[in-house]
């Protein structure tokens, strides 16, 4: 059964920093993409990063030199490190996950929020 549950949002002040995990099942290679996307309130779902299954890694413009996504395959978890945070990144953070079939099937987590105030 696919799984991917999120961990590690809240709030943080402008400036900080602060790591997303996303633990995945059965396995991180049972995809071939995975990513973290967010979400602002009145705004469109975009994708904030990515990382294929054989490590290329992709970025949004508005995150590039501050956020870093990696993993951890032991651990079946991709990480999302966030430094320099701005409150233009508050939003709710999805974990996405990438099966490329004809038809790609995507996999969501639960979200977590990630407000930035001070």
């Known amino acids: 059964q696919v799984q991917l549950v999120e961990s590690g949002g809240g709030l943080v002040q402008p400036g900080g920093s602060l790591r997303l995990s996303c633990a995945a099942s059965?396995?991180?290679?049972?995809?071939?993409?995975m990513g973290w996307y967010r979400q602002a309130p009145e705004k469109q779902r975009e994708l904030v990063a990515s990382?294929?299954?054989?490590?290329?890694?992709n970025y949004a413009d508005s995150v590039k030199g501050r956020f870093t996504i990696s993993r951890d395959s032991p651990k079946n978890t991709v990480y999302l490190q966030m430094n320099s945070l701005e409150a233009e990144d508050t939003a709710v953070y999805y974990c996405?996950?990438?099966?490329?079939?004809?038809?790609?099937?995507?996999?969501w987590g639960q979200g977590t929020q990630v407000p930035v105030s001070a």
């Open positions: 996405n996950a990438i099966v490329a079939t004809i038809t790609p099937r995507h996999y």
């Open positions: 059965p396995n991180i290679f049972f995809f071939d993409s």
């Open positions: 990382i294929t299954s054989g490590g290329t890694t």
